[in-house]
Nanobody, 124 residues
Framework: QVQLVESGGGLVQAGGSLRLSCAASGRSISIYGMGWFRQAPGKEREFVAGISSSGTSTYYTDSVKGRFTISRDNAKNTVYLQMNSLKPEDTAVYYC?????????????????WGQGTQVTVSS
């Protein structure tokens, strides 16, 4: 079993920045791909970013390219999402997730373990 706990969400003005963290426990995540997803009210959960087990490869949805950066520290069993130039449309609950067999996959169903989510609200 793996437990994932997100933190770092909050309220920020448009153009601001936030850094989300996802701390894992129960098992080392160093051999697994990780992803960040988000879900806005009334919308489906959508893929935001993915990172390979080593951290050398990353993948982003088009709407966040150039603004968000996913990274990981396997020694700390933690994954991060640095979010810059935030827009009101980035408002959502953000979730981290673990992929047992691959990385960078966009479907939520491909991920086995999920955190509880952290709210990000961007005001205009």
């Amino acid at each position: 079993q793996v437990q994932l706990v997100e933190s770092g969400g909050g309220l920020v003005q448009a153009g601001g920045s936030l850094r989300l963290s996802c701390a894992a426990s129960g098992r080392s995540i160093s051999i697994y791909g990780m992803g960040w997803f988000r879900q806005a009210p009334g919308k489906e959960r959508e893929f935001v970013a993915g990172i390979s087990s080593s951290g050398t490869s990353t993948y982003y949805t088009d709407s966040v390219k150039g603004r968000f950066t996913i990274s990981r520290d396997n020694a700390k069993n933690t994954v991060y999402l640095q979010m810059n130039s935030l827009k009101p449309e980035d408002t959502a609950v953000y979730y981290c997730a673990l992929d047992l067999t691959s990385w960078g996959r966009r479907r939520a169903n491909d991920y086995t373990y999920w955190g509880q989510g952290t709210q990000v609200t961007v005001s205009s």
